[in-house]
């Protein structure tokens, strides 16, 4: 009983709510209406009429702040003839300045809204005046009129007809900015000049004083690393930030894990998700494997080519500087709740539409750091490797590290302007509204695929040339030979680094590329495989014949040799396009990239950590724990990245919240895909556990480790003539070393190439033509 | 793995044959190394008398080297090779050149097959449209009539998804482009992917040979709900 009344009383309220909504536009008739600007005189007939012009007239294209105009609203056609009861109505609205009625035809309903009145409505044309704002800002007006035939009653709004007509007057002036909260004003204000004020005083007192405050004594400790310009100590700066970010990269890798785990997972939203898998890449890439890379060039290469330091240690100092800073600008969207979510390949016109995150401005600055930190980095190691080798040293005298440290410094500095190229012009475009990557404005959204995969491409084999480089040195010296073919190498390097350049396209196989380009890229693709081969094959025969000492370092190469050559067989894959138009953008991709990227270079860099950390310590690491760090990682790292070959192929795509499993309702993947998800996600934590032991490791042996000889494994390289840890600066600049060689050949004589240029020239020796 | 299209495992098959070719080299000589030349005592001997400051003597064999250059590289020349036929049929031309003919007269059909080859061939296709946009796809079936081509909603995990229901044995070619950002259609079933740019317009050939039905999907990152942008595909 209760019930029903209530229900009663809903029905009611709202039939009552109906009637408000709609009386206004029944009874409001030949006495004009207002609210009708965005619905029409809907009353009138559901649309417009195309019989009917509406149109305002008097009022200018731009307008002066506080002017009065005099407005003439009128129409033609439709049924409205003379004779008629009554000709017609209006209804004019304006979103800024003030209306205002000359005589009884019309009436005001706001300062912003004006119709007919009943007197009014015998006419088709009506005078107003509007005074315009002095706000600057830009007027839209919006009129309505309606033609009627004049027929009264029920049915007088039947047979009528309308029109709409809007124009925009422009404003004087920028539109005026909002006001800012006073309190934010007063508080930047306090903060700066607190700032101001304290330096000047700091610089008064210490002008007065200057022996008073030294920051050598202030805190030696950290002074001597924050302004050290030696390679060593930049080098260990490097390359603890490329392992704490590392870490941070893999527990995000974690997070995107457990999301995967199991299919629809609602661990983290898909906007922290997005946030992940971006600064995933960007972190491992540009934070982990670069200073990681630039951590061992800046300790190995001077050491090896007999140098003293680098050739400008302050340029140096400067481009590790700038990558904490870097990290700092890239990581501030993610402490704001709103970190860039682009992917690392930040697509346009994504990276540049309004739907990102304001984070994606910082990452690109931040990157834009970034590049110059690896431009300077490359102009530093180019000139100290072309002119600070030691006496005896030709170019293919240098140890294998070196020479990878050349290619891929070659390699980055030619091609890192693109990369910073494009940035700056997202950056200009998502800051200042420039219109580089905006469709609309005659933007080209592919043109940031090319810039970025100019650069992408010779990047990642910028990270795993020098992995090649410790390869090389770790499997000569393990197995107590000579490296087999050791220009070969150095030749296969090369054709990596040129190879590099004209492969890009494969990238963008998918993008609408042309047929011919597609053919060039997929044979480009192709060759990339032939040096890559000449360097694996040239590793197996180095140890051919000889006697292979094992080590936990040797352990991580020959994990290299197995891991790097499956994924140079499933990059095979990709450039096959009918195959790759299926592969392109599944995990299958991923596993590849991961099987290259970790079992390379990441892979390589362990051996490196293992072979050389007793150099940069003087402390051996443990090899017990080596061995069980390998052995737990070696296959914690398979079962973790070889079923997503499966996934791909079965057409599980990457960059994905979430994925689809077979129902009823769907065909997707299959049910399996689930479980081995599971799998892959368990041994992903496996893995990063694992690497934790070559954390606790190198802890451990720094603080109790046995104590390093200068050469523990018998290689031949000048870092193994120095103490360890060497001394600084690493060889006295006025007695360097000086290279022998265990070859007939004398040092420095020139090839055939050098000696075919030289018969071409004209001989220093050779009596010169003018002078007889 | 059974079938994605019969041109994709055609391929994928004479890949892994290769594959495991090399895989067998590679690793038959990694293993068989590792093991027979490991050093009996964890020290020396110094085969080639490594010493501090001299660059090693020389270890190399010109015809081994060359050997191992020119062997992969005809190899890949093969790869390349059958790999090129296959990527004329992916994007094939349209008119009696290509693979699908021209387009079909109304009441015309396709009366597509798959020839001995693997490759679908046609005798005119039909045309439709896929619009991209922020997080949706959007189906149009032109004029084409409704047992060819038809568009409704399907429920994808309680989602109302678009839905595009094709005819066996018609071969069509979508006509792509996005309204905002970048996406790719994916069709996992036809095993085929494009991108569709904003202010550009890309081609997909989209064989409809068999009965199947699969998830649509977009595989190019467009933002917070891109995981969701699906669409179901149907061809009965």
Not at chain 2, 17 to 42: P, T
Request: a negative charge; aromatic letters at 14%.
């Amino acid at each position: 009983m209760e019930r029903s009344t209530v229900s009663r009383r809903l029905v009611l309220i709202s039939l009552l709510a109906m009637a408000m909504i709609v009386v206004p536009a029944v009874t409001s008739l030949p006495s004009g209406i207002s609210g009708v600007k965005d619905t029409g005189c809907n009353c009138h007939g559901t649309e417009a009429s195309p019989s009917v012009t509406a149109s305002i007239s008097g009022l200018p294209e731009t307008y002066n702040a506080s002017e009065t105009y005099a407005v003439t609203v009128s129409f033609t056609g439709g049924p409205s003839t003379d004779g008629n009861a009554n000709l017609g109505g209006f209804n004019l609205w304006a979103s800024d300045g003030t209306l205002a009625t000359l005589d009884s035809s019309a009436q005001l309903w706001s300062p912003n809204e004006a119709s007919h009145t009943t007197e009014g409505n015998d006419q088709r044309s009506w005078n107003l005046e509007w005074i315009a704002p002095d706000s600057g800002v830009d007027v839209e007006f919006i009129l309505h009129t309606n033609s009627v035939n004049g027929n009264e009653g029920d049915s007088g709004s039947s047979g009528d007809e309308w029109d709409r007509a809007q124009t925009t007057v422009l404003g004087f002036g920028p539109n005026v900015l909002p006001d800012a909260d006073p309190f934010k004003v007063l508080a930047t204000l306090i903060i700066i000049s607190t700032v101001l004020l304290s330096i000047i005083v700091l610089y008064v007192f210490y002008r007065n004083n200057p022996d008073g405050f030294e920051w050598a004594r202030f805190a030696p400790w950290i002074t001597e690393w924050l302004t050290s310009t030696d390679h060593k100590k930049i080098g260990t700066l490097y390359f603890v930030q490329g392992l704490f970010f590392l870490g941070v990269g893999g527990i995000m890798a974690l997070m995107i894990r457990v999301q995967l785990s199991s299919p629809g997972n609602d661990f983290i939203t898909q906007e922290y998700y997005n946030q992940f898998f971006t600064l995933h890449g960007t972190t491992m890439i540009f934070l982990a494997a670069m200073p990681l890379i630039a951590g061992f060039a800046n300790w190995i290469v001077p050491l090896q080519i007999g140098a003293p330091d680098l050739a400008f240690p302050r340029l140096n100092a400067l481009s590790f500087w700038l990558q904490p800073v870097a990290a700092l600008l890239i990581f501030t969207g993610v402490f704001s709740g709103a970190g860039a979510d682009t992917g690392w390949t930040g697509y346009a016109p994504y990276v540049v539409s309004e739907n990102t995150h304001a984070g994606v401005s910082m990452w690109a600055a931040g990157q834009i750091m970034l590049v110059a930190s690896s431009t300077l980095t490359g102009i530093n190691f180019l000139t100290t490797i072309a002119v600070m080798r030691s006496p005896g040293m030709g170019w293919f005298q240098m140890p294998l590290f070196t020479w990878s440290i050349l290619v891929a410094n070659l390699m980055l500095f030619l091609s890192i302007p693109a990369f910073g190229v494009g940035l700056i012009q997202v950056y200009l475009d998502r800051t200042i509204g420039t219109g580089f990557y905006d469709v609309a404005a005659g933007g080209d959204p592919l043109l940031w695929s090319h810039l970025f995969w100019y650069f992408g491409h010779p990047e990642v084999y910028v990270v795993i040339v020098p992995a090649f480089g410790v390869i090389s040195e770790v499997i000569a010296t393990s197995a107590r030979r000579s490296i087999f073919g050791y220009k070969s190498m150095v030749y296969a390097m090369a054709g990596i680094g040129l190879v590099s350049f004209i492969v890009y396209g494969h990238h963008m196989f998918t993008s609408g590329m042309s047929p011919t380009l597609r053919f060039v890229t997929m044979l480009t693709t192709m060759l990339v495989a032939v040096p890559t081969g000449i360097k694996i094959f040239n590793w197996l025969k180095t140890m051919h014949g000889g006697s292979l000492v094992y080590r936990t370092h040797t352990l991580w190469t020959l994990g290299f040799l197995v891991t790097f050559t499956l994924g140079g067989i499933s990059g095979m894959f990709f450039p096959s396009m009918a195959m790759d138009v299926h592969l392109h953008e599944t995990y299958f991709v991923v596993a590849h990239f991961h099987y290259v990227l970790v079992g390379g270079t990441v892979f390589g860099f362990f051996a490196a950590i293992y072979y050389w950390y007793p150099k940069m310590t003087g402390r051996m690491l443990d090899e017990r724990l080596g061995v069980l760090h390998f052995l737990t990682a070696f296959i914690s790292y398979n079962a973790l990245f070889w079923p997503m070959h499966r996934l791909g192929v079965v057409g599980m795509i990457r960059r994905t919240h979430t994925y689809y499993i077979t129902t009823d309702d769907i065909q997707a993947l299959p049910e399996w895909a689930a479980d081995w998800n599971m799998l892959i996600s368990m041994s992903a934590f496996l893995f990063f556990a694992s690497n934790l032991l070559l954390v606790v490791n190198m802890i451990k042996s720094l603080v109790r480790g046995e104590k390093a000889p200068a050469d523990p494994w018998g290689g031949w390289s000048f870092e193994w003539m120095t103490s360890s840890p060497p001394p600084t600066p690493s060889f006295d600049p006025h007695n360097l070393p000086m290279l022998k060689d265990a070859n007939e050949h004398v040092a420095n004589e020139p090839g055939r190439l050098g000696q075919m240029f030289r018969r071409l020239m004209v001989s220093d020796d050779a009596p010169e033509e003018g002078s007889h | 793995m059974a079938g994605v299209t019969p041109l994709y495992d055609a391929i994928w098959n004479d890949y892994i044959l290769w594959s495991l070719f090399v895989g067998a080299i590679a690793f038959g000589w990694l293993y068989h190394h590792s093991y027979f030349y490991r050093s009996e005592d964890g020290e020396s001997p110094n085969i080639d008398n490594l010493e501090v400051g001299v660059f090693p003597k020389d270890y190399d064999n010109l015809r081994l080297e060359v050997a191992w250059t020119i062997l992969p590289f005809i190899l890949i020349v093969w790869l390349t090779y059958i790999s090129w036929a296959p990527l004329d049929a992916v994007w094939s031309e349209t008119g009696p050149d290509g693979y699908h003919g021209s387009e079909c007269q109304e009441g015309e059909s396709s009366e597509s097959y798959i020839d001995a080859d693997g490759y679908v061939r046609s005798s005119c296709y039909h045309d439709l449209g896929i619009t991209g946009q922020q997080w949706f796809w959007e189906f149009d079936c032109y004029e084409l009539s409704e047992d060819i081509c038809s568009t409704g909603y399907a429920t994808v995990e309680g989602e109302l998804k678009p839905q595009l229901t094709l005819k066996t044995g018609e071969t069509y070619l979508a006509t792509m482009t996005s309204i905002d950002v970048t996406h790719a259609v994916k069709n996992p079933g036809f095993g085929i992917m494009e991108d569709v740019q904003p202010g550009q317009i890309t081609y997909l050939w989209m064989p409809a040979v068999e009965d199947t039905s699969f998830l649509m999907l977009c595989a190019e990152y467009c933002g917070d709900n891109h995981a969701y942008m699906t669409a179901q595909i149907i061809v009965e």
